[in-house]
């Protein structure tokens, strides 16, 4: 895989149909439905995820809902014309859209493309320009925003009403959003700066227009980009983009460097998928349980300038306050140094289990050194 | 009845890797010391041969009884114990003894590389270890000079210490290029090792900055010397192509666990190791500085990678006191 390939997509997306049976992807909460029970399209049914169809639950596991089509119920729309501020975006948080606090001063829209392989953001700003000029303007609403930049990889000429553009350098991981606040305003980390990326517009965007929960995800699958309904299982989207797995490859919803991989190929997307891969078995070496060599590669990639040998080292052994010592919260997950590291280490996975435990250490207070 | 769906391979991301792996860069590394090696064995003949084979089989045997005893799962498939031994045999005068090569390969592999946990948890360069405890224990069978006897070459480092400069006007620098000179056996093959060294550091396979500095340690000093009296000093290029500089600057102090991880202590190390090396070569025992200058810098590798810039988004660097 090319991390810097730069690939311009046109043409309409493909609009796949809602399909008969939807997994939403849940973890970690409790689900508020029950098994038997109707539901109608837009209905909270725990965690933050809304009913994608309207049907009847047919399965709660602790990673999934499954909903089986049924009669269509005519959902209720939420009335958001004449929000505004801290309003508009408690009402957006319910309907499913996450948002920072704001206002703030400047709004950036990120229109990179998250991921190396991955178009569907830029094509999102070629082919769905009034869903995202709606969002864009709730956005402004809630932000009040003195100045607002779309940033573009460099050579676009993509726009958005009203945003000034920015390029910016092309080539993973420049796209990510602190990276490309550090590259917009000048400033690393700067305060009074909120970053959107366009498939939170599009959220926003299908939102304001029906006022219901946003049921739709733009990804990339096989090189062409689809709009699927969240939990549309993936093998439907594979068998549409004409790509199948077969016993032993990864099936990562997402992208190379950060995405997640699938347990089944009947694992439905999630509403942040933007694009789906099949990484064939032996296409890379695979990770094993080997100590650093020390060479340095993970080093010269990082993007947060912290070692992630060292950091990943003392996880390993479970130091996970000396992990906090070497700057680990400085860490933007992107996956660079798990890429370049000759030694095949799950550097990533070693630093996001650090995190974890400091996370939770801090929540509990409990001694991070001892538990684990 | 249904095909059952695939099973799937689950994993962290990245799902995507570059290519390089541990196995690739041995194999990088023993291409780069090829032609240094057949030129060895025509300017030494047979000998240099036996000795390179000794050298690395001991290695690997070594490394494999260590793992047998250790009770872990072997990874002499990596190359890097052949790496290692064929290294250690690069340093070793054509007419070393098979015994002594024997036991200073399995020193290079269990003190320098096992004792400290296996690969990458070394702080010294292996094949070093095994040469200062060789040279330090049978140091008239390491004497360069006493292959001498049987060749008709010259130890170029040995006649500038003790007879002076006036002693190397007869070598011509494309002779030594070519490793018309007596030495570590590999070691003074330098035009075929500067190629490898490119081949490597093109390849992005070490750590340039190391072999820059290094090399760079060695002309500055060099030259200031002969500035200051060339009557009395060698010149620069001289100690460049003498000795085992250029092995030192791109095979033995780019080893990866024991230099600095960051470009600009990486660099500092290799100007350190340059540096040491005419110190010795100039003042010490030593004819060639270069294995200790190494073993030294080492030492310092750890305090070098302190050097470090600041964190994303952050006033300074964190509290790292260890
Ligand atoms: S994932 Fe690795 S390379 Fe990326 S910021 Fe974190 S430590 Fe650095
Ligand atoms: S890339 Fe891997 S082997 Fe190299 S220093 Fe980083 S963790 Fe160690």
């Known amino acids: 895989m090319k991390l810097f390939e730069s690939i311009v997509r046109e043409g309409p997306l493909k609009v796949l149909p809602a399909p008969q049976v939807v997994r939403v992807p849940m973890s970690c909460h409790r689900p508020e439905v029950q098994c038997g029970q109707d539901v109608a399209r837009g209905v909270h049914i725990g965690g933050g995820r809304y009913a994608p169809i309207s049907g009847t639950i047919t399965e709660v596991h602790p990673y999934y809902i499954c909903i089986t089509a049924g009669k269509e119920v005519q959902p209720v729309p939420k009335d958001l014309s004449g929000l505004r501020g801290d309003a508009l975006r408690q009402v957006l948080g319910e309907l499913g859209a996450k948002l920072p606090q704001g206002p703030t001063d400047t709004l950036i829209i990120n229109g990179v493309d998250p991921e190396p392989g991955v178009t569907a953001f830029t094509h999102m700003l070629t082919e769905f320009g009034s869903v995202l000029s709606l969002g864009l303007e709730t956005a402004r609403k809630i932000y009040n925003p003195a100045k607002c930049v779309l940033a573009v990889e460099q050579g676009r000429p993509n726009s958005l009403n009203g945003c000034d553009p920015v390029h910016i350098k092309e080539g993973y991981p420049n796209g990510l959003n602190p990276l490309v606040v550090a590259a917009v305003t000048g400033k690393e980390a700067p305060e009074d700066t909120v970053v959107l990326s366009v498939g939170t517009l599009f959220e926003l965007g299908r939102i304001m227009e029906t006022g219901l929960p946003c049921v739709d995800v733009v990804l990339t699958a096989n090189e062409r980009n689809f709009v699927v309904t969240v939990g549309t299982p993936a093998d439907t989207v594979l068998s549409e983009a004409g790509l199948s797995v077969r016993d032993g490859d990864t099936l990562v919803l997402g992208g190379h460097m950060r995405g997640e991989a699938a347990h089944s190929p009947q694992q439905g997307v999630d509403k942040n998928t933007y694009g789906l891969f099949v990484i064939r078995k032996g296409e890379y070496p695979a990770v094993i349980d080997a100590p650093c060599i020390g060479c340095g590669e993970c080093i010269q990639v990082c993007p947060a300038r912290i070692d992630p040998s060292t950091i990943s080292g003392y996880a390993e052994f479970r130091m996970y306050e000396k992990c906090a010592d070497h700057d680990i919260d400085a860490c933007m997950e992107c996956g660079m140094c798990g890429f370049f590291c000759i030694s095949r280490r799950p550097l990533l996975q070693y630093i996001r289990l650090a995190k974890q435990h400091l996370a939770f250490a801090a929540q509990c207070e409990l001694e991070p050194q001892r538990e684990g | ?322």
């Open chain 2, 1 to 322: 009845m249904k095909p059952l769906p695939p099973t799937l391979t689950v994993t962290a991301p990245p799902h995507a890797h570059c290519g390089k792996t541990v196995k690739g860069r041995m194999r990088a590394i023993l291409i780069a010391m090829m032609p240094a090696a057949l030129l060895a064995v025509h300017h030494f003949g047979m000998d240099a041969l036996r000795v390179m084979c000794l050298g690395a089989a001991a290695a690997v045997v070594a490394e494999f009884l260590c793992d047998q005893i250790m009770e872990r799962r072997s990874q002499v498939d990596d190359l890097h114990a052949f790496t290692v031994g064929l290294t250690f045999s690069f340093l070793l005068p054509a007419s070393a003894p098979w015994w002594m090569v024997v036991f200073g390969s399995a020193v290079s592999i269990i003190m320098g590389k096992m004792i400290f946990g296996g690969l990458g948890g070394s702080p010294l360069c292996a094949p070093l270890v095994g040469w200062a405890v060789c040279s330090l224990s049978w140091p008239a069978h390491m004497d360069i000079n006493a292959s001498m006897l049987t060749s008709e070459l010259n130890y170029p480092l040995s006649q500038l210490k003790h007879f002076g400069v006036e002693a190397i006007k007869g070598y011509d620098l494309d002779s030594l290029m070519v490793g018309r000179q007596l030495g570590g056996l590999g070691a003074v093959q330098t035009g075929a090792l500067f190629i490898g060294g490119l081949f490597l550091a093109i390849r992005k396979h070490i750590k340039v900055g190391v072999s820059v500095g290094m090399l760079a340690g060695v002309l500055l000093t060099a030259g200031l010397f002969r500035m200051a009296d060339p009557a009395q000093y060698a010149s620069p290029m001289f100690h460049l192509l003498t000795g085992s500089v250029i092995f030192g600057a791109f095979f033995l102090a780019t080893d990866p666990s024991s230099s600095p991880m960051r470009k600009i202590p990486a660099a500092l190390f290799g100007l350190t190791a340059g540096v040491l090396v005419i110190i010795i070569r100039v003042y010490g025992v030593y004819p060639d500085g270069t294995p200790y200058a190494i073993l030294l810098a080492n030492l310092a590798a750890p305090l070098l990678d302190r050097i470090k810039p600041k964190p994303f988004g952050k006033k300074a660097a964190g509290r790292t006191l260890t």
